[in-house]
């Protein structure tokens, strides 16, 4: 499949693979992944390093999250006033945001602008000032966020559903915290968890658009090279998860809300295991394809019960969720989750059907044009070729891998991680609802 | 955009067509005058209901297998309804658009109505409302749209009353279908990676056989000039209080549009005109400092949209926990008549240009978006609005955006929602 091009387009575009992505390793370890999109007047750069909630204590969850926040507050070398001037004169972005693994990164340019999104990207990276003012300030605005969290039906269906279905695992906690402990977190802890935590093994940019990757990776290495961090810790290990013995339901009440969340499911599993295409497959059939698969069918077209059903999977570096979410009227959560259930079961335990197979691997194969047209699509598939190391031909090779996924392989997946016996069963919303399950 | 082929079949149907080699795709949007501007009251969400319904289905492509075929060639799909319009949209890899064109020129026609589908229809409208209904913006400026108008159809959000949904039956839907959705009252704008001259002749042999209909007649009744502030409360759940100020504002052709897009780029940061691309941080703007910097609230985005008739300009902010809205508020008002006493430097102004070209560029980069702003600027005035669009901010003088402070931002042409939550939201583990 090697050099497999858009062989429609006038400019044949080539699939992105090892002949067409500039891909620099610093000394230092920061791995730069660039691409050019000739018809573009702007650029966006994406990337992340390993700085994540995982490395949060209990007492000061949400400590990872409120560094990455506060990044961009102000540097050694600007305020927040000179960063932001500088940025929306432009019309350019950049912006940090904390997860669980790492704090990722994200900024768009006109092409011309990128050198003051480079230097400001290191800036705050390398030399973050934390001024106390804004410190107290963000505080409020996390704060509020969490508040805004608590009346959030899906949101609060998802906390309830980590703690469950990840209990004694990393991943059962929120990585934005909680208000008690956003509250006890200092500015000094914000400088002690930059100064041990942040540094460039594990960095990851890419840079897409109207740029020469050759003289970009150059002036990423001019931004960043001379950055160390000495004892940057290494990547947290993330054990695998127990599934749960039985069926576990849980109710939280959001009062006076019109709708109520829904959510079923697991823990899923890994990016880089040989499983994720075949269970992503099957995710595909199961709640995404067409109106959200067959639990948009079942749940919204022939019941009429939602505007949204359908299911997730989402692969990171460690076995992320496998879940079914649906909103719908709190008189009708337990017919909901009737349907929802007897459609894992059927998932479960029948291969799914050949024609099912064959149309939701025309559809992977069929979409990848489209999702690499963008300059923010060709840098997220960049981003992933090297987080989850699949490779630099990965996409040049996909549509076969994509073709030899089979229906045995995904009922064996299926059944290995959504077993119906052992599901978490959560939802958030008004009364009435009192769960029967 | 440069090079737009246009073309009007003998049918009326208006087609734009923008050629684009970068990428094997094409994307074609179907655009319809109809949206809830269109809707009287008692009937209103029919627009976004018949939407739904385009989806179910016609003989030759029945229900279950239209998202199907589609996905199966790889492309996607979608509808939106708003004030003004409604709007389909396929973007497929390039040799699979037949089956888009074919697609739609068959559901501007053909579709069934089925009273079961209207029926099953119904509940997941509701949902849909009701999962709205659960967030305190949406019913706060719900309120607002309602006590800002008091004539017009842009008083009713677009997905309709509650009491509407459950009472509108399948041929209140069927009707409104019939009068809206004929070629003379729609626009076609494909752009991507073909030949226009085979694209036309492509697109000629799918629709022209499509009769055209009488052009529906509009009953909108336009809005008096506000005469005073209007002022409302919302009392919900949750610790946060959120506050929305409306204004009228003028319609995207009127000659004060441009000056207010400025002054809204200045009073709350640049913010993109295409509904599906995201603005910039509003970090520089004027009420950003005036209230986020000064801890009075912990966010502040403004929001103008070009549509047909006047609608509104509005300001949404969340109140800092140890702030009150009265200081929110007061704050604006400064800011506002700061900006009605003394105009911008030309810096500012130059500045605003700039981030809307970067927004522009960013928003023309896809030929989905490309598509999307030749059908849009149609729905508003014609493709070449947005060709315009820059030339037209450039043009802009920093005594227009001053004269725009001082014609839409007066007190008397206001209405103040507040949303106060009872104080029992919880703060703690979940």
Do not use: C
Not at chain 1, 133 to 156: F, N, P
Not at chain 1, 296 to 313: C, F, I, M, P
């Amino acid at each position: 499949m090697a050099n497999q091009s858009f062989a429609h387009a006038d400019t044949a575009v080539s699939l992105p693979g090892p002949a067409n992505i500039t891909r620099l390793e610093l000394a230092n370890g920061i791995v730069v992944l660039s691409r050019a999109n000739s018809a573009s007047a702007s650029v966006v750069l994406t990337g992340s390093l390993p700085a994540g909630s995982l490395y949060d204590s209990d007492e000061k969850l949400g400590l990872a999250g409120f560094t990455a926040s506060a990044l961009m507050r102000g540097t050694h070398r600007r305020s927040f006033s000179e960063i932001y001037d500088i940025l929306e004169t432009a019309g350019a972005s950049l912006g940090f945001s904390g997860g669980t693994h790492s704090v990722s990164f994200s900024g768009r340019a006109l092409a011309e602008d990128l050198d003051n999104l480079l230097i400001l990207l290191a800036e705050a990276l390398q030399e973050p000032a934390f001024p106390e003012e804004h410190v107290e300030r963000l505080r409020a605005q996390l704060l509020t966020s969490l508040a805004i969290r608590d009346q959030d039906t899906a949101d609060v269906a998802s906390l309830v559903f980590d703690q469950i279905v990840y209990r004694g695992h990393p991943y059962r906690r929120p990585e934005d915290g909680y208000a008690d402990t956003v509250r006890s977190i200092q500015r000094d802890d914000l400088i002690d968890f930059h100064h041990i935590t942040y540094g460039p093994r594990g960095m990851l940019i890419t840079i897409v658009g109207g740029i020469d990757p050759v003289l970009v990776t150059e002036k990423v290495r001019q931004v960043f090279e001379n950055w160390h961090t000495p004892g940057q810790p290494g990547n947290p290990e993330i054990p695998d998860v127990t599934p749960l013995d039985q069926v576990t339901t849980q109710v939280t009440q959001v009062p006076e809300k019109s709708q109520s969340d829904i959510l079923i499911g697991a823990a899923g599993l890994r990016r880089n295991s040989p499983d994720f295409l075949a269970a992503l497959l099957g995710n595909s059939i199961l709640g995404q394809f067409g109106t959200m698969g067959r639990i948009g069918d079942a749940v919204r077209e022939k019941a009429g019960l939602a505007y949204y059903a359908g299911s997730g999977l989402s692969g990171g570096l460690g076995p992320g969720p496998w879940q079914v979410s649906a909103g719908v009227n709190p008189e009708n959560v337990d017919r909901a989750i009737d349907l929802i259930i007897q459609e894992i079961r059927r998932f479960t335990s029948e291969p799914v059907n050949v024609e099912e197979l064959e149309e939701t691997q025309a559809n992977f194969i069929g979409r990848l044009p489209i999702s690499l047209e963008s300059n923010s699509g060709l840098a997220s598939a960049l981003y992933n070729l090297e987080r989850h190391q699949l490779g630099l031909d990965y996409y040049q090779q996909y549509a076969e891998l994509v073709r030899r996924v089979t229906r045995e392989h995904i009922l064996q997946v299926a059944h290995r991680y959504l077993d119906p016996e052992r599901l978490a069963v959560v939802v958030a919303g008004p009364a009435p609802y009192e769960g029967s399950q | 955009m440069q090079n737009i082929t246009r073309y009007t079949l003998p049918n009326g149907l208006l087609i734009l067509l923008k050629e684009n080699h970068n990428a094997p795709v094409i994307s074609q949007w179907v655009w319809y005058r109809v949206g809830s501007r269109d809707e009287q009251p008692g009937k209103t969400g029919l627009s976004h209901w018949v939407e739904h319904m385009q989806f179910k289905g016609t003989p030759r492509f029945p229900a279950s297998t239209l998202d199907k075929a589609v996905a199966r060639l790889g492309g996607y799909w979608n509808a939106y309804t708003h004030l003004d319009w409604t709007t389909y949209f396929e973007t497929m890899p390039a040799d699979k658009i037949e089956l888009a064109i074919q697609l739609e020129a068959d559901r501007m026609v053909n579709s069934t109505f089925d009273p079961a589908e209207v029926a099953s229809e119904r509940t997941v409208i509701i949902s849909e409302r009701q999962g709205s209904e659960n967030e305190p913006l949406f019913q706060l400026s719900e309120a607002v749209q309602a006590s800002a108008f008091s004539t017009h159809n842009y008083r009713h959000e677009v997905i309709g009353d509650l009491a509407d949904l459950q009472t509108l039956q399948r041929d209140d839907l069927f009707s409104h279908y019939r009068t809206y959705y004929i070629p003379n009252n729609a626009v076609l704008a494909v752009a991507g990676d073909f030949e226009a001259q085979s694209m036309l002749e492509q697109l000629r042999q799918a629709y022209e056989s499509i009769p055209s209909g009488q052009q529906p007649a509009r009953s909108i009744s336009p809005e008096p000039a506000q005469a005073g502030g209007r002022q409302l409360t919302i009392n919900g759940q949750g610790t946060t209080t959120y506050i929305e100020i409306a204004y009228h504002a003028p319609p995207a052709t009127h000659p004060d549009f441009f000056p207010l897009m400025v002054a809204d780029s200045l009073l709350s940061g640049a913010g993109s005109l295409n509904m599906f691309s995201a603005g910039l941080s509003n970090r520089t703007s004027r009420l950003y400092r005036a209230l986020v910097e000064r801890e009075l609230a912990v966010s502040i985005h403004g929001g103008l949209q070009a549509t047909i008739d006047p609608f509104l300009y509005s300001f949404t902010a969340i109140v800092h926990p140890e702030s009150t809205s009265q200081k929110v508020i007061a704050a604006i008002e400064t800011e506002i008549q700061h900006l009605m006493d003394t105009p911008p430097s030309q810096e500012e102004i130059k500045r605003a240009v700039k981030q809307a070209r970067a927004l522009f560029a960013y928003s023309s980069e896809s030929v989905t978006n490309q598509a999307y702003w030749l059908g849009f600027s149609e729905m508003i005035t014609s493709h070449g609005w947005v060709e315009n669009y820059l030339t037209q901010l450039e043009a802009v003088t920093t005594r227009d955006v001053q004269s725009a402070a001082q014609a839409y931002l007066q007190p008397q042409y206001r209405t103040l929602g507040l949303y106060i939550p009872a104080g029992n939201g919880s703060q703690g583990r979940a």
